[in-house]
């Protein structure tokens, strides 16, 4: 065989390599492999207070925009804040679910006047948020920021506009990603965008009502959820974009049916 023909024949085999490399991984896109080698659904962790479960927050309607590649353990608690969370042990039996992806949202109840759970924007909150990022990648998981979903706190001049207490705790987490590297949904910007543009009124169609018949300014109701988890889907992906092939782009019927992968899909 002649030196040209070897050369020829090298190039081609690493050609239909590289090919083959490719589509694996994009069958692979948007899953994980077990330590046995086993293909499985990439698994998200939910951390955080009561606008980010189920029943009060965003956590609900996230799970509507899963498809089949990936499987979402909610743990936030209502009433938690960055503090009580690990002091109660919620922490420890967040991690033993072993996720690939940790969302962490703490903010709310970290506020002044929480009693033994509130947590000081620059010193505690800063030490506790920390911690939770240091332990997630200590189990080889990826954690990922989420600012406070913001409250509906309107001016009370009646320019439209929202006065969020929320603010310190916002900026240390903000800050704190860009130290550490993490990637950072920024809720409490889009969610107070999106309160303002809609106005007071077209809020009060999400929000709760509570025993005195006053709306609830901090939580979600079902259609709330749906909105809200939009905002976070959507930038959830630009931060990490390997996560695309885990989420729709409209959501699915039941959270508990997640739909399909579209054939053609972006991977």
């Known amino acids: 065989m002649t030196r040209r023909k070897i050369i020829g024949l090298t190039l081609t085999v690493c050609i239909f ?5 490719a589509a694996g991984n ?14 499985r659904k990439v698994r998200l962790v939910l ?7 189920d029943k009060q927050g965003w956590g609900l309607g996230f799970k509507r925009f899963l498809t089949d590649r990936a499987e979402c353990i909610n743990t936030a608690r209502g009433g938690r804040s960055s503090k009580s969370f690990i002091n109660e042990g919620l ?16 903010g709310h109840n970290d506020e002044p006047n929480k009693g033994d759970r509130t947590t000081d924007p620059n010193t505690t909150y800063r030490e506790f948020m920390t911690k939770y990022i240091d332990e997630t990648r200590a189990i080889g998981a990826k ?37 550490k590297n993490v990637p950072l949904v920024d809720l409490h910007a889009s969610s107070k965008q999106l309160c303002e543009q809609l106005g ?27 909105m809200f988890a939009q905002l976070v889907v959507e930038e959830l992906v630009k931060v990490a974009p390997e996560l695309k092939p885990c989420f729709r782009s409209e959501p699915a019927a039941d959270a508990n049916t997640p739909a399909k992968v579209p054939a053609g899909s972006a991977q």
């Open 17 to 21: 390599n590289l090919i083959g490399l």
């Open 26 to 39: 994009t069958e692979g896109a948007g899953t994980v492999q077990d330590p046995n080698g086993a293909i």
């Open 47 to 53: 951390v955080g207070d009561s606008t980010v479960t």
């Open 91 to 106: 922490w420890t039996e967040a991690l033993a679910l072993k996720g690939d992806y940790y969302l962490i949202q703490f």
């Open 143 to 179: 954690p990922i920021l989420v600012t406070s979903i913001v409250r509906r706190q309107w001016d009370k001049s009646g320019n439209g506009k929202i006065n969020s207490s929320l603010i310190p705790y916002v900026e240390a987490v903000k800050k704190l990603a860009k130290e």
């Open 200 to 226: 007071k009124e077209k809020c009060w169609e999400f929000s709760p009502v509570k025993d005195n018949n006053e709306f609830d300014n901090t939580h979600l109701n079902a259609k709330g959820s749906v």
